[in-house]
């Protein structure tokens, strides 16, 4: 097939008949433009596929990121915590320490609120950060030793120098009332099989008073399984007196108390079958016949 153009011309018609290169010149360009058009749309597609990646790659480590800071802030938390526990602890022994010195007539040689010799960087305020927590452990746990040190020091002395002498324990722990049950071996009251009786049970009305058997510094005043509301005094030279099922408390860890001080009063709380006060002497961490105590002569 052949194609003949004709062309106007002032001297005449020109007659031109192309070749076949000619003819296949439109195809070309229609070829081309939709090779350009189909690479060019290949290419937003990788683009648009790379950004969707790079987007999702840029989630996850925002997903990553979000976790460990919430890790890392239970864990600062947690050692917030832990700070509080031990600074409470701190504050309970600084009491009892000055409580003890002070009745010993010995406070100005012992100072339970001083802070112990320490140093470290300045840290301005800041929200928590984990160095900061485990400088304050640090100072804490050195103004624990401390304070350790001294309370035990401060035993040795009172009791070298007999300071207070109402640490003698003997009496009853109860102003009206009558011995229940002894101590040693019996019938349960709760099984009726034979169980051993760790201590001496006082029986009485519920409300009346339940007394100190010896001056002491109260090391516990609350509920205790089997005991329930129960009280625990520590005389020193490893001596220690119970006061469980007691309707009420009066004192509270850290107190000084006196021989013969009220310190609760009777009830039948805990594993009890009725108003009174069971009464235990430790001697090192073991319960011990009372009866040796409270039927002993007091000192003169």
Do not use: C
């Not at 007659?15 to 296949?24: E, Y």
């Not at 984990?130 to 103004?143: F, I, K, P, V």
């Amino acid at each position: 097939m052949s194609v003949t153009v004709f062309i106007q011309r002032r001297k005449g018609v020109l007659r031109w008949q192309p070749g076949k290169a000619w003819l296949l010149l439109p195809v070309a360009l229609i070829a081309a433009t939709a090779y350009l058009s189909i690479h060019q749309s290949e290419t937003q597609a990788e683009q648009l596929l790379a950004e969707e990646r790079e987007s999702h790659q840029t989630d996850l480590s925002l997903e990553e990121v979000a976790e460990l800071k919430k890790a890392t802030k239970a864990q600062l938390q947690m050692l917030a915590t832990k700070v509080a526990s031990i600074q409470a602890r701190l504050a309970r022994m600084e009491a009892l320490g000055e409580q003890v010195a002070e009745k010993a007539r010995l406070a100005d040689q012992f100072d339970f609120s001083g802070e112990v010799g320490v140093g470290g960087e300045e840290l301005s305020e800041q929200p928590i950060e984990l160095q900061e927590l485990m400088l304050q452990m640090d100072q804490l746990m050195g103004r624990l030793q401390k304070n350790d040190d001294e309370l035990a020091l401060l035993g040795v002395v009172t009791h070298n120098h007999h300071v207070d002498e109402q640490r003698y324990i003997t009496g009853r722990p109860i102003k009206k009332g009558w011995m229940s049950s002894p101590y040693g071996i019996r019938n349960d009251p709760f099984s009726g099989r034979k169980a051993m009786h760790k201590g001496m049970d006082f029986a009485g009305s519920e409300g009346e008073a339940v007394i100190a058997t010896g001056a002491g510094v109260v090391t516990w005043a609350e509920t205790l399984f089997g005991y329930g509301e129960m009280v625990e005094i520590d005389h020193g030279n490893g001596l220690k007196t119970r006061y469980g099922h007691n309707k009420e408390i009066l004192v509270k860890v850290g107190d000084v108390v006196a021989k013969g001080q009220e310190i609760a009063l009777m009830g039948s709380t805990g594993r009890s079958t009725g108003p009174h006060v069971h009464y235990e002497v430790l001697r090192s961490g073991k319960q011990v016949d009372p009866n040796n105590y409270v039927y002993r002569k007091p000192r003169v």
